[in-house]
């Protein structure tokens, strides 16, 4: 097997009761430009790679990052193996004009890490 590289995060999720208030908060407290929609997405800004992106979303409050891997299923696995859970098998979700596969798992204090396949 060839060694991998550290796998980047490409993308992170505020999760929030109340979005609105949250984009406020942020936007004021770090001048982010953050964009209307059904989701508010938020740019990298100055200095982030220009695939990271950010998404305040309904839901249990919380973060939520997006780390790209090499193999989903082999990566699945590994996240059990070291005492995480495979809470989301792959699903195909559209992007763009393709798709992206992306999982869930918890680590071991629960945790929720989206595994993104390269």
Known sequence: MTQDWARPVVAW???ANDPKAQRDFYAAMFNWD????IVYSIPGGVGAPDELTGLIVPGEPGFVLFI???DL????????E?????????I???QGDGKVTVAQITDPEGNTVTLVQQ
């Open 82 to 90: 070291l005492g995480g859970a495979v809470t989301r098998e792959p």
């Open 13 to 15: 999720q505020l999760r």
């Open 34 to 37: 953050i964009k209307d929609g």
């Open 92 to 94: 195909d979700l559209p």
């Open 68 to 70: 790209q891997v090499l």
């Open 73 to 80: 299923r082999a990566s699945l696995q590994r996240a059990a």
